[in-house]
């Protein structure tokens, strides 16, 4: 197994979070196995405070991005679904929110890498909804 790389350089440290942020995870299929495959490409590549990452990619609202901002960006733009939260009602069901790579990127933790913790994460997302700026794939 090679080594992880730590997500620790990949931090935004200076950034604070507004509770009632908007948390968008992206369109990959939000399902158990769908969110459990995400998880699992973090925990093979990066660790966090020496242990492998289990987490997701979201995006959330910033100062300068606001949800239609993030849905038609680079990263959403190409996702036909979405689904919406608050990030306190991530971080209130116990999962953790890291500001990684380039915002409005975060990273949501979770405890293990197991169909338990995907559940839970799923019932807090709430419903899985289209994506009005979706533009297919440039091939």
Do not use: C, K
């Amino acid at each position: 197994m090679s080594e992880l790389e730590p997500i620790e350089s990949h931090l935004r440290t200076r950034e604070v979070l507004d509770p009632d942020s908007s948390l968008v995870i992206r369109g990959w299929p939000l399902t158990i196995d769908g969110l459990l495959r995400n998880a699992d490409a973090a925990r093979r590549r990066y660790s966090f405070r020496g242990r492998p990452l289990v987490a997701i990619s979201a995006e959330v609202t910033l100062e300068g991005w606001d949800v239609d901002a993030i849905l038609s960006g680079p990263r959403l733009r190409t996702r036909r679904s979405y689904a919406l939260v608050a990030a306190n009602e991530v971080v209130d069901a116990g999962f953790g929110l890291l500001p990684t790579f380039s915002a409005p990127h975060y990273s949501v933790v979770m405890a293990n890498y197991t169909e338990d913790q995907a559940h839970r994460l799923i019932s807090v997302l709430g419903e899985v909804v289209p994506n009005p700026y979706h533009v297919r794939r440039q091939s």
